[in-house]
């Protein structure tokens, strides 16, 4: 799988240096440079993880030197080839978003982005919610504990995603006087199937999600309808102040309220996991040292730890639970802090922009949920989830400005 993203990404790259239009070339770098810098400082980590760096190496080298008889040159990667395969599919999942951006400087590619999005999620949760209704178990196993949390994640970015799209429909339908051949049968199904795609991901998430997952996707959701609002109803900086304190009050006091908070690592407190599996990943967070594990070598250092008769699993509990272990504290910290940063920008970018504002505001909220689901289950982390969560990014990044004011 992570061969075909690569050669998909390669292809795509190739098609686009050969067929982007200067001017939408100039826009792109644009819109991109600042996140490509950000984007490469892990995968310059990762490169220094891989490098045979002795004085920073990880303790297991000295423990096989000492086996073997012989010096090796270890390195802060305890699995050479775990780690270059997670450089490669990290960069291919950049590469995607660059594609979803180039693509989406046009209006009209970035509709149609948004609505092959919209598609793609709402499959997804329809066939989690026919799984669990049908009694099926495939998906409830320890083993399947990744791609059930990439079906949930990408469920609920299918909910924001949804509502972005009927947010277009209604603004096209709103500027359709000055376009007479639009007709209203040709905003209306968009309109429902925009709603449709909506209801079937939020039953979704009711019926297969715990309370935790629809607050995390609820805080997505409210973010891109409290732009809306404040667009509508055209708040100033007192009555955007008025939607944000509360609502930033009620996830401090969600998070203030949890049980584990003051027992458990940070990065395993909203673990919704077996307590097992959580053991194991806090007695490897114990021992990891602040220059990680090295990328990708979750699945290597696990049996290390796991007792016998601790479940069977090559995935840790959450997405930030596996990057604190593989790249380190500083580095997941550093990550946690850039996406911050990204959702102010876009959030910022759809107050300021014009009539296609929900694309920036739905990047926004699918980092919310995304940020918060990471510190619930590891489905960040997932092949599928990462080509959607990319794929919007890129939607989001290419609209947070006009080309007409460019």
Known sequence: MHAIVASFAA????????????????????????????????????????????????????????????????????????????????????????????????????????????????????ILLFHDLAGLTFLNDIGALS????????????????????????????????NAGKSAPALLWPFIASYATLGVCLTSLAVTSSGAAMIATGYGFGALLAVAAIRRLGFGPWGIAAIAVPAIGLAVLLIASEPGLRTKDAVLTFARSPTALTSVSKRVLDDAPWTGTGAGTFAAIMPIYRDIDDPETSTAPTAVAALSIELGRPMLWLIVAVIVGAIVMLLRASLLRGRDFFYPAAGAGCLITLLSLSFMNPG???????????????????????????
Not at 152 to 157: G, L, P, W
Request: aromatic residues 4%.
């Open 11 to 126: 292809a795509g790259i190739g098609v686009l240096a050969l067929t982007i239009r200067p001017g939408e070339n100039q826009f792109l770098i644009s819109v991109i440079r600042p996140s490509a810098a950000l984007a490469a400082i892990p995968a310059l980590w990762i490169v220094v993880q891989i490098l045979p760096l002795r004085p920073i190496a990880h303790p297991i080298w000295n423990s096989a030197a000492g086996a073997l008889g012989h010096p090796l040159a270890g390195s802060i990667s305890i699995d050479f080839g775990a780690s270059v395969m997670a450089l490669g599919l990290y960069l291919s999942i950049i590469a995607i978003a660059l594609l979803s951006a180039a693509v989406a400087v046009d209006r009209q590619r970035a509709s149609w982005i948004l609505f092959t999005l919209m598609a793609a999620t709402s499959l997804i949760a329809a």
């Open 147 to 178: 791609e059930r949390a990439q079906a949930v994640d990408c469920t609920a970015i299918g909910t924001i995603i949804a509502t972005a799209a009927g947010f277009r429909t209604l603004e096209r339908h709103e500027s359709r006087r000055a």
């Open 380 to 406: 960040i982390l997932g092949t599928a989830a990462s080509l959607i969560a990319a794929a919007v990014l890129g939607l989001a990044l290419a609209q947070s400005k006009s080309r007409a004011i460019q």
